[in-house]
């Protein structure tokens, strides 16, 4: 990788002061979301409670995201990796919640403090998929010049199944505009989306 296509040098420094700044400012309500999540997830579905899932991480290296599990178990046994869909039948009533809020994705903060993700990027694609989409669309491995996110633009201002070639317009835009800024802006507009509970929708969030 070119020195000019490195990621800026604000982006872990930012995500280790937002992660601090966030789980002590909010400790009872993170600890509340790690003991009532888990319990409803068991108590409709049994276990397991997290789906850890191979993702293409920065430069193509794989790494394991973590989640709380939204689907019921063995959701792909017999048909193999599928791109997620709105309405996706195989979606828990708790799995459905935890959408909705993006509250599956909560466990991921641990994959930021890892190093594997920032907390703002473009969202990591599973290994099949990516070689999928990037012999569809020749740019789409541009989207590895930096760490994936727990949110991005694309998730943002796009919609839960846009098609990945109108994703990658967000994030290659995201990818060449990255500032602090940008970044704590599409932080709070992700806040409130999930306060809204509008991830999935195919409107508008805004």
Same mark, same amino acid.
């Given at each position: ?53 191979? +993702?293409? =991480?920065?430069? %193509? ?8 599990? &939204?689907?019921? @178990?063995?959701?792909?046994? *017999? ?67 930096? +760490?994936? =996110?727990?949110? %991005? ?8 199944? &846009?098609?990945? @070639?109108?994703?990658?317009? *967000? ?36």
């Amino acid at each position: 990788m070119k020195e000019s296509e490195k990621e800026p040098i604000y982006k872990r420094p930012l995500d280790l002061a937002i992660f601090l700044f966030a789980h002590i400012l909010l400790c009872p309500f993170w600890l509340l979301l790690w003991a009532i999540i888990p319990a409803l997830i068991c108590l409709e579905d049994g276990r397991p409670i997290f789906y850890f899932q191979r +993702r293409v =991480g920065k430069g %193509g290296r794989v790494f394991k995201a973590i989640k709380f599990r &939204s689907m019921v @178990r063995d959701a792909e046994k *017999y048909t193999g990796p599928v791109w997620a869909k709105e309405n996706d039948s195989r979606v828990t009533r708790v799995g459905r919640l935890l959408r909705v809020t993006a509250l599956d994705e909560l466990p991921q903060v641990l994959n930021i403090l890892r190093g594997d993700m920032s907390f703002v990027g473009p969202r990591p694609e599973r290994p099949e998929l990516m070689r999928k989409f990037s012999q569809e669309i020749p740019d789409f491995p541009l989207r590895l010049k930096v +760490r994936p =996110g727990l949110t %991005g633009p694309a998730q943002v201002y796009g919609n839960y199944d &846009s098609h990945p @070639r109108k994703k990658l317009r *967000y994030d290659l835009f995201y990818i060449k505009n990255m500032s602090p800024w940008f970044d704590i802006k599409l932080l709070f507009l992700s806040l409130y989306v999930t306060l809204k509970g509008k991830w999935e929708t195919r409107s508008r969030k805004f």
